[in-house]
């Protein structure tokens, strides 16, 4: 159940970013517990920021399609057969089902309510038994259509038709990340879950790695130090941290083809937290992520995926070594998960006070500032 703090939830948050970072605590336990903070995420940041559905590489046939619930509204991504990936509502215009579900092909997207069909671009191609309605028109129904945008590789969609391009809020990131050839990663696997937690406490977990000795002490723990690990101030659209990773991860090294990166940067691992909730761990040799979406403040939807540099398509032993790795990323889930599920747990208690953060934070304080900007930019253009 939500607790409601006796105080606004936003003004908490407002008081907790008005220091600077070397004195900042974590957020208040209002910012994730609250139905009233929710609200104001859902309309000031999620009805108006890019969302990511994952990878193009995954769409890449006529028909194929991702689905999403976005802020309340229904959505799917389809490759059309020119094609040009669209995204649509997912509702049909006659009673108002839902269309397709989770991922997929369809040769035509029909509703499994009374057989409307429509055609990969939206447009109403035939509908049973209307010819008594004087009124219809199939030629006036088309579904509407929704903001898509791909970014390296990345399938974004937004209910704003006024937001600016993805690609414009991170050019930053393409010069920083250029020598990864990020959009030349391929998918291999794609799941969704449910975990019991809070978005921002999955978002706030992935953005840091000072919790990897120990809550990963069983898996990663050891393979990065945290002397290594640089967490410099983040930009508006995405924060991120550095950390290089042991050589006896082999897969995560850039492969000897990869002449873009030198030195160290073969070795790096970027955690890339693009705002408001794609995730990325990106090695030179493979990726994975996680992009979130709150159920209610005690709950997340998570979309997990991820895949291989294309500069190792061609070596023999990637497939046992990716095959590895996925074992390990699942074991690593489960310890996150627990870890994860635990704090908001403990945001629930009346005597859960947030703490000082390490320098190893810094990210999840650029995180909140930014979540304060949305919020209070978004409660300036709508008056309130």
């Known amino acids: 159940m939500a607790k409601d703090s006796q105080l606004d939830p936003v003004e908490e948050l407002r008081q907790s970013v008005s220091v600077p970072f070397e004195n900042a605590r974590a957020m208040p336990t209002s910012v994730y517990t609250s139905d009233a903070f929710l609200a104001e995420e859902l309309t000031h940041i999620f009805r108006k920021d890019w969302y990511c559905l994952g990878r193009a590489s995954a769409l890449g046939n006529a028909g194929d399609y991702a689905t999403c619930e976005l802020a309340g509204q229904q959505i799917v991504v389809i490759r059309d057969r020119d094609g040009d990936l669209k995204a649509l509502s997912n509702v049909c215009l006659h009673r108002m089902s839902t269309l397709l579900e989770g991922r997929g092909n369809a040769k035509l997207i029909v509703c499994p309510y009374h057989a409307w069909t429509y055609n990969l671009d939206g447009k109403l191609r035939g509908a049973p038994a209307m010819s008594l309605n004087e009124g219809f028109c199939k030629d006036a129904y088309a579904l509407p259509k929704v903001r898509c945008e791909e970014w390296n590789g990345w399938v974004f969609v937004n209910l704003d038709p006024n937001a600016a391009p993805v ?218």
């Open 167 to 384: 690609a414009d809020a991170l050019s930053d990131l393409d010069a920083m990340i250029a020598g990864y050839n990020m959009e030349a990663y391929t998918e291999a696997f794609y799941e969704e879950h449910v975990w019991d937690t809070n978005w921002k406490v999955l978002a706030e977990n992935f953005m840091e790695s000072y919790h990897l000795p120990v809550c990963h002490a069983g898996t990663i723990g050891g393979l990065s130090k945290l002397e290594d690990m640089i967490c410099p101030p983040g930009l508006p659209a995405f924060n991120y941290h550095t950390i290089l990773k042991d050589e006896s991860l082999t897969i995560a090294m850039a492969h000897p083809s990869n002449d873009r990166l030198k030195g160290e940067e073969r070795r790096t691992t970027y955690l890339l937290a693009i705002y408001p909730s794609l995730l990325i761990t990106l090695t030179p040799g493979y990726f994975w992520y996680l992009s979130l979406h709150p159920k209610g403040p005690g709950q997340v939807h998570i979309r997990f995926g991820g895949g291989m540099s294309d500069d190792f398509k061609d070596d023999p032993s990637v497939h046992d070594h990716f095959a590895a790795l996925k074992a390990l990323l699942d074991d690593v889930n489960i310890e996150d998960r627990g870890c994860t599920e635990k704090v908001y747990r403990g945001l629930c208690s009346d005597l859960a006070r947030p703490g000082h953060l390490s320098h190893l934070e810094r990210p999840n304080y650029d995180f909140a500032t930014y979540l304060m900007s949305r919020i209070e930019t978004g409660r300036a253009s709508s008056g309130d």
